[in-house]
């Protein structure tokens, strides 16, 4: 089955700087890459996604890229605001018909005023 | 639009009970999930309806958890009798029916087993 890995656990920055986070995966028929933020208390919600056929895709202040090849994708979220602080978790898919997905072990984010 | 629901939020539990976790998805979503996380590990797949049939429950640790969804609308998880390494928070998640569609999560019910 999948594995998705996750680095790194805990990340600090300053506010203003960018943030960078990390995920491998191991099933190569694998194609659909989420990033979820979960706050303290609340559920995981996505934040940005990406398929296969793309290299990759930014919303404002948040882009992810994928490098099928190496099997692995990234998340980067720039110029970082407090209220960026929280758990955030990658994850893996197969194609096709609604599937499970398969979580890395997260990241905790802190940025630092 | 309302969003995943789940109740209760914490269950505090002796064990060897049982306990009955409960999910609301979105309306007309006909997929629903549960995952778990235990002591700040991955959040981890349990099981899978579509409607009222369970698709995949693969991910299901062993027959002390029942999962249930009735006519094809809300869902239980049941765990009985409960064990210490049942505790961890446990999230359904819903999406519409077809490919590749986004996976809303609840806030989770939190169980802690003493």
């Known amino acids: 089955g999948e594995n998705v890995e996750q680095h790194p656990s805990t990340l600090s920055v300053q506010e203003g700087d960018s943030a960078v986070i990390k995920c491998t995966y191991s099933?190569?028929?694998?194609?659909?890459f989420p990033w979820y933020k979960q706050e303290l208390g609340k559920g995981p919600q996505l934040i940005i996604d990406?398929?296969?056929?793309?290299g990759e895709k930014k919303d404002q202040r948040i882009a992810v890229t994928l490098n099928k090849t190496a099997k692995h994708f990234s998340l980067h979220i720039t110029e970082t605001q407090p209220e960026d602080s929280a758990v955030y978790f990658c994850a893996g898919s197969g194609w096709g018909s609604a599937r499970q997905l398969t979580f890395g072990s997260g990241t905790q984010l802190t940025v630092l005023p | 639009e309302a969003g995943v629901t789940q109740f209760p939020s914490h269950s505090v539990i002796e064990k060897g009970q049982t306990v009955t976790l409960r999910c609301d998805p979105i309306?007309?979503?006909?997929?629903l999930y549960w995952y778990r996380r235990v002591m700040g590990k991955e959040i981890k797949f349990l099981l899978h309806f579509v409607k009222e049939s369970k698709q995949d429950e693969s991910g299901m640790p062993n027959n002390r958890f029942l999962a249930e969804r009735t006519g094809g609308t809300y869902s239980t998880l049941k765990v009985q009798p409960a064990e210490l390494e049942d505790s961890g928070v446990y999230f359904c998640?819903?999406?519409?029916?077809?490919?590749?569609?986004?996976?809303?999560f609840g806030p989770g019910t939190r169980l802690l087993v003493l």
């Open positions: 099933d190569s028929a694998s194609n659909y």
């Open positions: 998640a819903s999406s519409h029916a077809g490919f590749g569609e986004t996976q809303y």
């Open positions: 990406i398929r296969s056929n793309v």
């Open positions: 309306s007309g979503h006909d997929n």
